[in-house]
């Protein structure tokens, strides 16, 4: 599997963002299930910021569901997260996941990732 990420970027406070996440390679289609956004910034521990299963079963960090909203296209095996309200606190590496179950999607296929900036 494969993942191509895209949509980083930096934006102002108050600014949206949608990052894009497509997938590719015979085994994404047959055993990923799951595919999801983590986010890491320098000298903090990685969070899960949202996942989504194929049938369409969202997860999020609760203090980011108000402004963050993942989507798919299983058609083009992609996934969307549009972000909202950007907050400098917002600002990290982004990468994109795909893995068998949410439980362990960390233990998935990661993407290189993609920095979002917020500025204040």
């Known amino acids: 599997v494969l993942l191509e990420e895209s949509g980083g970027g930096m934006v102002q406070a108050g600014g949206s963002l949608r990052l894009s996440c497509a997938a590719s390679?015979?085994?994404?289609?047959?055993?990923?299930?799951?595919m999801g956004w983590y986010r890491q910034t320098p000298g903090k521990q990685r969070e899960l910021v949202a996942a989504?299963?194929?049938?369409?079963?969202?997860t999020y960090k609760e203090s980011l569901k108000d402004r963050f909203s993942i989507t798919r296209d299983n058609a083009r095996n992609t996934i969307y997260l549009q972000m909202a309200n950007l907050k400098p606190e917002d600002s990290a590496v982004y990468s994109c996941?795909?893995?068998?179950?949410?439980?362990?999607?960390?233990?998935?296929?990661w993407g290189r990732g993609t920095q979002v900036t917020v500025s204040s």
């Open positions: 996941v795909a893995g068998v179950d949410i439980d362990v999607l960390s233990d998935g296929v």
């Open positions: 390679g015979s085994f994404f289609s047959t055993a990923v299930d799951v």
């Open positions: 989504i299963t194929r049938s369409g079963t969202t």
